[in-house]
């Protein structure tokens, strides 16, 4: 196996992770025309629910994340009520702000409860060794994981009337409403299950590397590059935008010193911005 | 006649008063309670607080007929540079601190430099070896730790005895301590007729290093020689072990010089530090504990063995004590003038600093051991001395068991 | 211009400069100055930013790179190329005003939240090429060496030279935010603000205008970076490309009163105090964010024009002197 090829089924399996992380925002961006700032901070405490679930009942860490996309659906109508309902309507400024100060509040109450001291999830599968290199355990399940999650979020929006409603109340708000589906409800779901998508993705991060609640400041960007590479509205659409970012990451690291990566990535997420604003596989937000 | 005995009796006890008249000296230093520094700072501030206590006790620091009792003016940095500077600010104009000790690492300390020495106060620095921050020109910092050129080339020399052939890759924290330390271990590797198969670094922060071990096994090194501080020291400890590397020595900066590394598991063993003081050192003190009595009261204190940041914060309140003493008062020009004149050796080892103003402050007493951590014979992982092989506690493992 | 002379905040900054410059130097209270350097800081922080956002109604995300670029370009010409200071600072916001222009030119074709996130993408991008950039130290940055601060007169005379400059640079952002206010540029940049096709259609040149303040708004920060940094006496990528500072600027401004020259800089004034409290505060340091999230949501779902704006409901007639 050479080492370009490795790198890229590693940069493959990290992406599938990306694509989950940004599948989330794509949902809510898609749906309600809000960019969710909290993103970042939800993918933390999805990091730190594993954590204390995995303190608590030393189990296979990923059977714990269902408790966990559990608890982030709850969540997310939380933050739904506090900062999102009412700016559904109003500029794009209010809805970036308004996330955004949730966002502060949860990373303040997350570094007084936790500082900003390294946390580990301890808990590994034995990987595949092929050759000369290793793939561990944990980056397999965790790509599986999130491909699992993500064809499950499909079937919920293609074969449900859950679903179903969610995607009218995307396409025309008013539309739906006309047809006696209630809005706000349709929205306060979307909304928590793109927290809940984000918490998952936080949650299998934490069985990979070290974390603190900044953490997810960093995949949060990366959801953005992704979201805004997949143009919005398809899920599978940032699945497969995550898993591309994460096989150029891996494409690209054998040549250069792994730290001008992240220049990369910004540099064409600007460019992405600018010159193709509906992304490569989906359309532009209304 | 009674008067005159009430009379004696007052002047006895005012002369004796003024002759053990109490004083408190203010210390001011930043600890990484949070932040990724955390645990290598807080055994720096156990040694800082173990000495504090020990002299305390004792009645204070004797010097000029008045006896200072030592206080703290401590805060968190939470690891951060920024914090660093206004705290530093903060207790020299507001704590009005007599003397600062540096935070932890090189980098925070370089930091601190900066506010110690434009408002010209003293500042003993320790866990902190790079040698830059003393060739900016300065005129009250002294350092503590033997400079960060000496710790990969001590590897390097205990390497050559081994495998003389091998191929070396360099991963290390793009930070000014390991940068210090790899930039003339990387001439000095070439100059001993090594290949250096692969040299990167990584930022700081990172926590996966997953696409620089598929370089590293794409360069067919089998010696790995770098790392940082703690935390990321310790990740990729534990993903290289995971990733089933096939390296025969791994060297690590600071990190597995921590009472913490043995909770790695099977990929804490056979891991190599270069480290400043290690337990089974016998230096004899001139002044201050022997070592055993250092590592005796240590563990006693705080349930756990003294790490070589932790020797380092004791030993920085012995010199600046002896210094003091020396000075006869607390007037900083002539402690720096005592410090200056120092050549001492304590459990620690030999403390000296350079008094050219081109490195004014540059430690050349202290040198670097390498230790390793290694079974012993009841299976348990223990740090062993295995350089220099005349003050070895055991031999080098090589190659380490994986 | 002369216009300027005639309305009462000109001479209400003015005072402020010289409040600022007079409390430190009486009684030679060097921690107050220490204090009011960072309040004098965020006041050009937000000032400059609310001319984007307040004044045309772009949302930069990422308007701490101006300072962070300022303080390396300032720091690399006056360490390493051995410039005296204020040529250095002037360079520096030059250089990074043309740079401005250039990176402008490429995102302000965007709109609304699109704009905002390429702004943050900039904010990450130079981040990211300053972490690898040799020349300036890459993640380790760069150090003042001590000698830099003798033709200052040695430390501690710098110290207060680089604290006039600073209220200088104070002074010129609030000045420059109510020259543009009063200007018919300023006009055609609230035109873009309301309805920036409808102001097209009126005749104002929207690219050229957005392009223009986007530079502008870049100068007197990237200056203010050039001397703090040298002030401080180092610089990395972590310090210099704060995201959060970039935040507290938005959430500085909301809080003093968007669209206005005064709201920034009481919103500025207010939330630097109350974060050096809370951060010197043992217990409640870690509750800054949490504070600073919690204001800024209050702000904005009670008061979106912020102080002033409630100032303004208050008293009407204050509208003609605190503008």
Redo the contacts between chains.
């Keep these: 196996m ?2 370009i090829l ?2 890229m089924i ?2 493959l399996l ?1 992406g599938s992770v990306y694509g989950l992380a940004a599948m989330g925002l794509s949902l809510i961006w898609g749906v309600m025309d809000v ?1 969710n700032l909290t993103h970042g901070s939800m993918i933390a405490l999805g990091m730190f629910g594993m954590y204390l679930l995995f303190s608590a009942i030393a189990v296979n860490a990923y059977a714990l994340l269902i408790p966990i996309i559990a608890g982030g659906f709850v969540l997310g109508i939380v933050v739904y009520w ?2 999102v309902n ?1 700016v559904v309507d109003r ?4 809805s ?3 996330t ?10 997350g ?2 409860i936790w ?4 946390y580990n999830v301890n808990f ?1 599968l034995p ?1 595949i ?1 092929v050759g ?3 793939f ?1 355990g944990n ?1 397999i399940a965790a790509a599986i994981s999130a491909v699992l999650i993500a064809l499950l979020l499909e079937l919920f929006l293609y074969r449900t009337r859950a679903g179903k409603a969610i995607r009218a109340v995307s396409d025309n708000r008013e539309a739906a409403e006309l047809m006696g589906i209630s809005s706000t409800r349709v929205l306060m779901v979307a909304f928590a299950i793109g927290i809940a998508l984000a918490a998952s993705s936080g949650a299998l991060v934490s069985t ?4 603190t609640i900044l ?1 997810g ?1 960093g995949y949060q ?1 990366k959801s ?1 590059v992704v979201t ?1 590479l997949a143009g919005l509205g398809k899920p599978l659409g940032a699945l497969a935008a995550g898993v591309l970012l994460g096989l150029l ?2 494409a690209v ?2 040549f250069i ?4 990566i ?2 990369i990535e ?2 064409l ?2 460019i992405v ?2 010159f193709f ?1 509906r992304g490569i596989f989906g359309r532009a937000s209304a | 006649m009674k008067r005159m005995f009430l009379i004696a009796l007052l002047l006895f006890f005012s002369l004796a008063a003024t002759a053990f008249s109490q004083q408190t000296i203010t210390l001011g230093f930043t600890v990484s309670r949070t932040g990724a520094l955390n645990v290598d700072s807080l055994e720096q501030y156990r040694g800082f607080e173990l000495w504090r206590d020990t002299v305390n006790v004792a009645g204070g620091i004797k010097a000029g007929g008045k006896s200072y009792k030592v206080q703290f003016a401590s805060y968190d940095d939470e690891s951060n540079s920024k914090r660093v500077q206004q705290l530093y600010t903060r207790m020299i104009l507001e704590d009005k601190a007599d003397f600062l000790f540096s935070p932890y690492s090189s980098s925070l300390t370089a930091t601190a430099a900066i506010v110690t020495e434009q408002y010209e106060k003293i500042m003993l620095t320790t866990g902190a070896a790079e040698e830059k921050t003393y060739k900016l020109g300065n005129q009250h910092l002294y350092q503590m730790f033997a400079p960060a050129t000496q710790y990969l080339t001590a590897a390097l020399d205990a390497l050559k005895a081994k495998d003389p052939k091998a191929a070396v890759a360099f991963v290390y924290e793009d930070a000014s301590f390991s940068v210090a330390v790899v930039t003339p271990a990387k001439a000095y590797a070439q100059q001993l007729g090594f290949n250096v198969a692969f040299s990167e670094a990584y930022a700081p922060n990172t926590a996966d290093f997953g696409a620089l071990i598929d370089k590293v096994i794409a360069s067919k090194a089998t010696v790995l020689l770098g790392g940082g501080h703690y935390a990321d020291g310790s990740t990729l400890a534990r993903q290289l072990y995971g990733h089933k590397v096939p390296l025969k020595m791994i060297a690590l900066l600071v990190a597995p010089d921590s009472p913490q590394w043995s909770e790695l598991g099977d990929a804490a063993l056979g891991v190599i530090v270069p480290s400043q003081w290690e337990p089974q050192s016998t230096f004899k003190a001139q002044y201050g504990p022997s070592g055993a009595d250092f590592g005796k009261a240590y563990t006693a204190k705080y349930n756990a063995p003294p790490s070589y940041e932790s020797a380092g914060g004791y030993a920085s309140g012995l010199i600046l004590q002896h210094a003091i003493e020396q000075a006869g008062g607390i007037d900083t020009a002539k402690v720096a003038e005592a410090l200056n004149a120092t050549d001492l050796t304590t459990f620690y080892g030999r403390t000296k600093f350079s008094t050219q103003a081109s490195e004014h402050g540059l430690q050349v007493g202290h040198t670097i051991f390498l230790a390793q951590w290694q079974k012993d014979k009841a299976g348990q992982p223990v740090k062993q001395v295995v350089w220099p092989l005349a003050g070895k506690s055991a031999d080098l493992a090589y190659p380490i068991p994986r | 211009m002369i216009t300027m002379l005639r309305r009462p905040l000109f001479w209400l900054i003015l005072l402020l400069a010289a409040v600022f410059a007079w409390l430190p130097l009486r009684g030679n209270n060097v921690a107050l100055r220490e204090d009011l350097i960072l309040v004098a800081v965020a006041i050009v922080l937000t000032s400059n930013l609310n001319l984007m956002i307040g004044y045309t109604g772009y949302v930069n995300f990422g308007h701490i790179v101006f300072y962070g670029l300022g303080g390396y370009v300032g720091l690399y010409l006056a360490t390493v190329r051995g410039w005296p200071l204020i040529p250095a600072a002037l360079t520096a916001g030059v250089a990074v005003s043309l740079l401005a222009l250039l990176f402008g030119l490429g995102i302000l074709r965007l709109r609304g939240a699109y704009f905002a996130l390429a702004t943050i993408g900039v904010l990450v991008a130079v981040q990211a090429f300053v972490a690898n950039f040799e020349p300036w130290g890459r993640s380790t940055g760069m150090y003042v060496a001590f000698e830099s601060y003798a033709p200052m007169g040695g430390p501690r005379h710098a110290l207060w030279t680089t604290y006039f400059l600073v209220i200088a640079v104070m002074a010129l952002s609030l000045l420059l935010s109510l020259g543009i206010k009063a200007s018919k540029f300023g006009l055609g940049l609230f035109a873009i603000r309301e309805d920036e096709d409808a102001a097209i259609v009126l005749g104002v040149n929207a690219t050229v205008y957005k392009a223009i303040i986007y530079s502008v708004s870049a100068f007197l920060p990237a200056v203010a970076g050039a001397l703090m940094f040298f002030k401080n006496g180092m610089i990395d990528p972590s310090i210099a490309f704060e995201y959060m500072l970039s935040l507290e600027g938005i959430v500085m401004l909301m809080l003093g009163g968007s669209g206005t020259v005064a709201g920034a800089a009481l919103g500025a004034g207010l939330y630097e105090r109350l974060r050096s409290y809370l951060l010197t505060s043992p217990r409640l340091s870690d509750f800054h964010l949490v504070i600073a999230g919690g204001l800024l949501l209050l702000v904005i779902r009670l008061a979106p024009g912020g102080l002033i704006g409630w100032l303004y409901r208050l008293v009407p007639r204050s509208r003609e002197v605190v503008e």
Aim: a negative charge; aromatic letters at 14%; hydrophobic letters at 50%.
């Design positions: 050479s080492g490795a790198s590693d940069g990290i960019i506090l900062a009412w500029s794009q400024l209010m970036l702000l308004s955004f100060a949730v966002n502060m509040m949860v990373i303040g109450i570094t007084a500082s900003t001291s390294p590994s990987g060794t000369e290199y290793t561990t980056h990979l590397f070290p974390f953490s400041a960007l953005f805004v990451e891996g690291s054998p010193a792994v730290s001008w992240p220049l910004f540099g997420f600007v911005l600018i604003p």
